[in-house]
């Protein structure tokens, strides 16, 4: 088997191992909505995808994973919020690999990646949100674009903003992070 097909297979089985965690992490926090709703557990998988397999696995994944969750363990609910997830998780994914291939390889600019890709994916959703609810015939306001995404997300931002660069960081260390060889 040739590199480029090797390194395909490889970044292939880690998406699927963060397919797996998009499904499996929400049922730490499915108990208690409120709690899975400010941590996002579905996010990190879908960014860390990014980082390691690149922004179209990263989009494929983000936008499969809530669909995906919804059919097999009804949660989220379909429509409109996995509809409006799908968007906004391929964005996050897309964004990470995208903007972390772009920028410079110094750790600081992890950081930066996740943070433009956060803002970036938010705005996806914002912008789905509010195409929804007009559909819908039901109003979508800025207070509560600002709520959903990121009021009542800000444990979750923290938390990813903490512990996806220590992940990267450590993949990077032991030489896994496959998007530095691309």
Same mark, same amino acid.
């Given at each position: 088997m040739n590199a480029k097909n090797k390194t395909f297979l490889i970044r292939l089985a880690a998406? +699927?191992?963060c397919l797996a965690l998009?499904? %499996?992490l929400p049922l730490l926090t499915g108990q208690i909505p409120e709690i899975g709703n400010m941590l996002n557990p579905m996010? /990190?998988?879908?960014?860390?995808? $990014? /980082?390691? =397999?690149g922004p179209?696995? +990263?989009l494929v994944l983000g936008f499969l994973a809530p669909l995906t969750r919804s059919l097999i363990f009804g949660m989220p609910v379909l429509f409109p919020t996995a509809f409006a997830m799908a968007f906004e998780l391929a964005a996050y994914g897309a964004l990470t690999g995208l903007l972390y291939r772009l920028f410079p390889k110094k750790n600081g600019y992890l950081y930066l990646t996740q943070i433009l890709a956060m803002i970036g994916g938010r705005l996806v959703w914002g912008l789905v949100q509010f195409l929804l609810m007009a559909a819908g015939k039901?109003?979508? =306001?800025?207070?509560?674009?600002? !709520? $959903? !995404?990121?009021?009542? !997300? @800000?444990? +979750?931002i923290v938390l990813q903003i903490i @512990? @996806?660069?220590? %992940?990267?960081l450590a993949l990077k260390k032991a030489r896994l992070l496959l998007a530095d060889r691309a």
């Open positions: 998406a +699927g191992l998009c499904w %499996l996010h /990190f998988p879908v960014i860390l995808c $990014g /980082f390691f =397999s179209w696995f +990263g039901t109003e979508f =306001s800025f207070t509560a674009f600002l !709520a $959903g !995404a990121f009021t009542n !997300a @800000i444990p +979750g @512990i @996806i660069p220590l %992940l990267v």
